[in-house]
Nanobody
Framework: QGQLVESGGGLVQPGGSLRLSCAAS????????MSWYRQVPGKERELVAR????????DYADSVKGRFTISRDNAKYTVYLQMNSLKVEDTAVYYC?????????WGKGTLVTVSS
């Protein structure tokens, strides 16, 4: 069973930056599409960013384009989410996801709070 552990969340002021990390283990990381999702209470989990297994292509939710960047280091079994120009509406629990066919793993999430 694959394992994902997110880190890097916290409290940041509007306009600030955070870098989330997701450490993977117990599966062949380089084969999986990796994604970041986020969820606020009472709302559905939404896709924030996704990156291909080789890291050559990525896509983003319209709400974060130009502010967030997803990247991965296959040698370190880690995916990152660099978040700049943070807004209050970015406040959420951020989850890491690994997907390969019908193999689908989730982390437990890390809380990001954007507030003055």
């Amino acid at each position: 069973q694959g394992q994902l552990v997110e880190s890097g969340g916290g409290l940041v002021q509007p306009g600030g930056s955070l870098r989330l990390s997701c450490a993977a283990s117990r599966f062949t990381f380089s084969l999986y599409v990796m994604s970041w999702y986020r969820q606020v209470p009472g709302k559905e989990r939404e896709l924030v960013a996704r990156i291909t297994s080789g890291g050559d292509s990525s896509d983003y939710a319209d709400s974060v384009k130009g502010r967030f960047t997803i990247s991965r280091d296959n040698a370190k079994y880690t995916v990152y989410l660099q978040m700049n120009s943070l807004k209050v509406e970015d406040t959420a629990v951020y989850y890491c996801n690994a997907l390969l066919g019908n193999l689908n793993y989730w982390g437990k999430g890390t809380l990001v709070t954007v507030s003055s």
